[in-house]
C-alpha cells in the first residue's frame, strides 16, 4: 500500500468512525498523501481538487495553494513531535531507560501512523519558503535534544556530539516507514522497529 492511499484510508476511515474532522483537514491529508507519492512537483492543485473531489475555487478557500498545504502540514507535526518527546523524558526523570523506551514507543508509533508526512519531511521541507522553513528546523533541533538529554544521562560521559549521533541514526531506523512494504504487519513492524533501535542505540562503542 503507497502513502497515498494510506492518508486516503485515514480519511475514510475517520469518517466512518463518527470522529468529527473539518473538510480542510480531509483535503489536507489528500494532499499529504499526494505529495509524498508523486513529489511535490508532481502533484497540481487540480489534481489535489480532483482526488478531494472539490473544485478550485472551493479549493482556494481552504488554502492559498500547494506551499500553504505544506506548511500546514509540517509545523503542525513538529510541533507533536516535540511536545510528545518532552511528555515522554519528563515521565522519567531519574530512569534515562525508561525515558529511552518510552520515546521511542513514541516515535515509532507517530512513524507508523503517519508515513506520508515523514515522507515529507524528508524529501520536500527544502521547498518551503525561509520562515516557516526555520521554525520547523529549530522545532527539530528542540526535539532531538530531548534524545540527547536521555542518551547522555543513559551513557554517562558521552559527549552531546556523539549522543546527536545516535540520535538521527535511531530517526533513520524508525522513519523508515514510507518504504516499509505491507507483507509484515503493523504490529510485528512496530516490534522490530522498537527493538532495533532500542539496541543501536544502547550500544556505546568506545573511541
Not at 535534544?145 to 524508525?174: C, I, K, S, Y
Request: charged share 25%.
Amino acid at each position: 500500500m503507497t502513502v497515498e492511499q494510506q492518508a486516503r484510508g485515514r480519511a475514510n476511515g475517520a469518517a466512518g468512525s463518527g470522529r468529527r474532522r473539518s473538510r480542510k483537514d480531509e483535503i489536507l491529508e489528500i494532499a499529504v498523501g499526494l505529495f509524498a507519492s508523486r513529489g511535490y512537483h508532481g502533484v497540481s492543485m487540480d489534481d489535489i481538487g480532483a482526488a478531494a473531489g472539490v473544485t478550485g475555487p472551493a479549493l482556494y478557500h481552504h488554502f492559498a495553494g500547494k506551499e500553504a498545504m505544506l506548511v500546514a502540514a509540517l509545523i503542525p507535526v513538529s510541533e507533536e513531535l516535540l511536545a510528545g518527546g518532552q511528555e515522554r523524558s519528563a515521565g522519567h526523570p531519574d530512569d534515562p531507560r525508561g525515558a529511552l523506551e518510552s520515546l521511542i514507543d513514541f516515535h515509532v508509533d507517530f512513524a507508523l501512523a503517519n508515513p506520508a508526512v515523514i515522507a515529507l519531511h524528508l524529501h520536500e521541507l527544502d521547498r518551503l519558503p525561509d520562515e516557516p522553513r526555520r521554525r520547523i528546523r529549530r522545532l527539530q533541533r528542540l526535539y532531538v535534544e530531548q534524545w540527547v538529554t536521555v542518551l547522555t544521562a543513559l551513557h554517562p560521559g558521552m559527549p552531546d556530539g556523539e549522543a546527536r549521533v545516535l540520535a538521527h541514526a535511531a530517526f533513520g531506523l524508525m522513519n523508515s516507514t514510507p518504504f516499509l512494504g505491507g507483507e509484515v504487519d503493523r504490529r510485528r513492524r512496530a516490534e522490530l522497529l522498537r527493538a532495533a533501535t532500542l539496541a543501536a542505540l544502547l550500544a556505546h562503542p568506545e573511541s
